[in-house]
């Protein structure tokens, strides 16, 4: 991490030497605009780092564009020399007014780094006439990277597939929820026909017991009467 912080800035101090040695008398003021991040992939021919500037106070002259590499080993001036010819690895273009851009051609992955674009005006000794962006991370992938258009197809698919999914989750709790009630209202029916039953029998045998008592009582006072009846005959005899 100090190696990274003290290499970017050196590398500060340097476009600082750089755009100082660049321009020479005015009021102006630039400012630089980049993106700050690009991912390509490493198949891919091609790749350009945008870098839009705006002036204030600044002479009627078209500025010069710099550009400067930050990478994993030491800091880089690019196309000190213009680098205009379509051979070379990084070509310099003028895209529209107050707009340039880097090219990098034959994009492999060690071109991954950061890409600073600076802006100064030769003729304005000014130090706000001479101004860097931020940076734009270059990342070269070795995989395939997706378009934007079908990461958009995959969110989207992504997002349905969610909502379906929690959609069946919801309809499964709901309907385990109604095969319960369902369930524990059938067991409470059984359980109410069957004491109803068991009760009943209750009822019947109970009723039967109740009779046999009674039978078995009567028995008793028959027999009784008929021999008090046989005694009474038998002492009236002559």
């Known amino acids: ?29 630039v400012s630089v ?38 990478g994993t080993h030491q800091p880089e001036n690019l196309c000190l020399d213009g680098c205009r010819r379509e051979t070379d690895k990084f070509r310099v273009g003028t895209s529209a007014q107050n707009q340039v851009s880097l090219t990098v051609n034959r994009v492999a992955l060690n071109d991954s780094a950061i890409y600073i674009c600076g802006i100064a ?33 995959l969110t989207a698919i992504l997002s349905l597939l969610s909502i379906y999914i929690i959609g069946v989750l919801v309809i499964f709790v709901i309907l385990t ?25 209750q009822e019947i045998a109970q009723e039967l017991y109740s009779k046999r008592n009674m039978e078995t009582c009567q028995q008793p006072e028959k027999d009784n009467t008929y021999e008090n009846r046989r005694a009474v005959s038998n002492y009236e005899r002559p």
């Not at 991490?1 to 476009?15: F, Q």
């Not at 091609?46 to 550009?67: H, N, Y």
Request: hydrophobic share 35%.
């Open 177 to 201: 929820k109604s095969k319960s009630n369902t369930l524990r209202k059938k067991e409470t029916e059984d359980s109410q026909k069957k004491k109803s039953v068991r009760r009943i029998f």
């Open 121 to 153: 005006f030769p003729s304005s000794k000014e130090p706000k006439a001479k101004q860097t962006g931020g940076g734009t991370v270059l990342v070269v992938r070795a995989m395939k990277v997706l378009s934007k258009e079908l990461q958009s197809l």
């Open 1 to 29: 991490m100090a190696t990274v912080n003290g290499g970017i800035i050196t590398l500060s101090l340097e476009i600082s030497l750089v755009l100082l040695c660049v321009g020479a008398a005015g009021g102006c003021t």
């Open 33 to 70: 605009f980049q993106p700050p991040f690009l991912e390509v992939d490493h198949t891919q021919k091609a790749v350009t780092i945008q870098c839009s500037f705006s002036t204030v106070g600044c002479p009627a002259e078209q500025p010069r564009s710099l550009w400067f590499r930050y």
